[in-house]
């Protein structure tokens, strides 16, 4: 039988990338805030994450088995500048819905970050003592301590994802498509490493990790740790697109841009290991965007 999950921050990039993903596999409502959307693979819910008690009656009306919590302060230069709400979005809210699962007895995944480490080290596993270098971080990192707290069989997902963005929200890969695309300046750092997993991968790897029963921290992204410019090299060549026109930076050399690590990859050897299979490359991750993008899911997000 289909699972019921209810998700919020419901218009995010994550979000609705997600719940295209997993139509086949889940009854998916998406828990809304301010934005309004309308995506025809799934239920929409308006959802308050402020109180405990209203949370409560979200998840009473859903009836979902599983909660899985996305709703964030994205944007590392905006909570740098106000972390306050940075801390209050980040950690209380993700808090509340901690403790509204814990009351309810539903399941809950929380997405984490790569964003949780000074960057000096390669491919950090699950047990590396954290290290946030920015407000960002620190939010994410605590919000992980207060969701485990609250909520000890929650599952917490450390990722960095892409996929289809909206008119109001786009994904990494879509700023480089755009910009080959239409050859305007792009400059790409080529100091800078991850781990990136298309949201597709990612969600159905999830899907598989709450199937056996999986919880505590777990990385999952790509196989593959690569620089920000070569992900985009690859972009160009799965999408057939010039890339000669690209300039390559050194973060490390900027003055003026918030304090992020240069190495941000994860290994995702522990939920390979449970899976039973490897998460893949980006070739093949690329690859399954652009058969997305065929398929008309980038038409269907970006009218949004
Ligand atoms: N983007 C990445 O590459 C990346 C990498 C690693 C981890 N993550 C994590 O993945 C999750 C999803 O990221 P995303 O990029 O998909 O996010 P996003 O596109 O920026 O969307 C954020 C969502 O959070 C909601 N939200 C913000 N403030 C809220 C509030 N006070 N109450 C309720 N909802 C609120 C927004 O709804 P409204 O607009 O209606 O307020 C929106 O739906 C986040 O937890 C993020 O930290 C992201």
Not at 66 to 90: F, K, W
Not at 95 to 103: L, R
Not at 163 to 192: E, P
Request: hydrophobic share 40%.
């Amino acid at each position: 039988m289909n699972q019921r999950i209810l998700i919020t921050g419901g218009s995010g990039l994550l979000a609705l990338n997600w719940a295209h993903a997993v139509k086949n596999r889940c009854h998916v409502t998406l828990g809304l805030h301010k934005r309004q959307v309308v995506f025809p693979e799934a239920q929409i819910h308006q959802i308050d994450l402020e109180s405990i008690g209203a949370l409560v009656r979200s998840i009473e009306e859903v009836l979902p088995q599983q909660v899985i919590h996305m709703a964030g302060l994205t944007s590392v230069d905006r909570c740098e500048l106000e972390p306050q709400l940075a801390h209050h979005i980040n950690v209380t809210l993700a808090a509340n819905v901690a403790k509204a699962c814990a009351i309810t007895g539903v399941g809950l995944v929380h997405i984490s970050t790569d964003h949780l480490f000074s960057g000096q080290d390669s491919l950090v596993d699950e047990n590396q003592p954290i290290s946030p270098i920015n407000v960002y971080g620190q939010t994410k990192a605590e919000a992980e301590y207060q969701v485990l707290d609250a909520n000890p069989d929650a599952l917490v997902i450390r990722t960095n994802f892409y996929g289809w963005g909206t008119s109001y929200r786009k994904s990494f890969s879509d700023v480089v498509i755009n910009a080959l695309r239409i050859g305007s300046n792009l400059t790409l750092f080529q100091d800078v490493y991850y781990t990136p997993i298309l949201v597709e991968t990612l969600a159905l790897a999830v899907h598989d990790l709450i199937g056996l029963k999986a919880n505590g921290i777990f990385n999952v992204v790509g196989d593959e740790r690569i620089s920000k410019k070569d992900f985009g090299l690859k972009v160009a060549e799965e999408f057939g697109l010039e890339f000669s026109s690209v300039k390559t930076g050194l973060f490390a050399a900027q003055t003026k841009l918030i304090q992020r690590p240069l190495d941000m990859s994860l290994s995702n050897h522990k939920a390979c290991n449970l899976l039973g299979r490897r998460l893949g490359k980006t070739k093949e991750h690329l690859f399954k965007l652009h058969e997305q993008e065929i398929n008309g899911l980038k038409k269907q997000v970006s009218m949004l």
